[in-house]
């Protein structure tokens, strides 16, 4: 198996990290373990890295692929969800210098989704988008449960998108068919007028459901919490965002950390991709990171 996802603002968040090498770190957000394997460099045989990440997909890839130190001592890779990152710690029984968020999804669970249909171009997978299988609840599930007006309130919120009403509508109107990505991507494009397909149409409305099937905001909100409450004093905080809402979190939560002295704001407002890493590699384009020092 190849990697699948490059890594972004790679240069940029570990230099916001300043790894001392017999230093404690985590990665919440292994994904393919691009980030992961550049702390994991940085670090003497005293050093450890704490690897999270809830698709056990990804830890099974970066296990195998990373096999020759994947499971030397000091790299520890956990199957979680981070926002129940206290426990690990405490497990371990040492504060943190510095912990990483890379949010969403990485470019494995698009590409190579183990039949998942977190992709609107996998026209053949169900809609599932559990990152977590052990979940219960699929997206498919989450169509036939909702009424009309939750579907709205779902897409107009967590997706951002006009025409969540009468994407809901036809939805209802139509569930008894809808079992593929592929049925609910044509709908969508049925629905929506032409004007508006200047990136694909599906886009927001299958934003809105992987945040919902995956409880997204709110891990991060407890994540935030629970990373900051455990972060040494001096350590830092780093989070790569892709989308205004879980920006939004992020920002918040530095200003009242930076407002109630508990937070120092570092790289003044965010860091975003130069040019030449937007060109490189366009999935990086939206990204946003911001750092804190916990004072
Ligand atoms: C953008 S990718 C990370 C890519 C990684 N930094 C790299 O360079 O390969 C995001 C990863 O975070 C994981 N993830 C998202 N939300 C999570 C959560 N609440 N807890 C743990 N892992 C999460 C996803 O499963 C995905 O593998």
């Not at 990373?66 to 405490?90: G, L, M």
């Not at 449960?145 to 919120?157: G, T, V």
């Not at 919902?212 to 790569?240: A, H, P, Y």
């Amino acid at each position: 198996m190849d990697k699948i996802h490059v890594p972004v603002l790679l240069k940029e968040t570990i230099d916001s990290l300043n790894i001392k090498p017999d230093g404690f770190y985590i990665d919440c957000t292994l994904g393919d373990g691009g980030h992961s394997m550049e702390i994991l460099k940085k670090l003497s045989s005293n050093g450890l890295l704490l690897s999270i990440d809830r698709d056990q997909n990804a830890i099974n890839f970066v296990k195998e692929y990373y096999k020759e130190v994947s499971n030397s001592s000091n790299w520890i890779i956990v199957q979680s969800n981070f926002s129940e990152i206290e426990k690990h710690v405490k497990q371990i029984g040492k504060e943190p210098d510095g912990i990483i968020m890379d949010l969403g999804l990485s470019s494995r669970q698009l590409e190579d989704s183990k039949n998942r249909g977190f992709s609107y171009l996998e026209e053949n997978e169900p809609l599932d988008m559990r990152m977590d299988t052990n979940l219960g609840v699929t997206a498919k599930d989450l169509l036939n449960a909702f009424s009309e007006k939750e579907l709205y309130y779902i897409f107009r919120n967590y997706g951002e998108e006009k025409y969540s009403y009468k994407i809901a509508k036809e939805i209802k109107k139509n569930i008894s068919s809808i079992n593929t990505v592929g049925d609910l991507t044509r709908l969508i494009y049925k629905v929506m007028p032409a004007v508006s397909f200047n990136k694909n149409p599906s886009r927001r409305v299958f934003q809105a459901l992987r945040i919902v099937v995956n409880d997204e905001l709110n891990s991060l909100k407890d994540g935030l919490d629970n990373s900051f409450k455990i972060l040494k004093t001096g350590g830092i905080l780093s989070v790569i965002s892709f989308h205004s809402l879980e920006d939004r979190i992020v920002k918040n939560f530095f200003l009242d950390k930076s407002r109630s002295g508990e937070g120092e704001l570092l790289s003044g407002n965010h860091i975003a991709p130069t040019d030449e890493e937007r060109r490189q590699n366009p999935r990086s384009a939206s990204a946003k990171l911001r750092s804190i020092k916990k004072i």
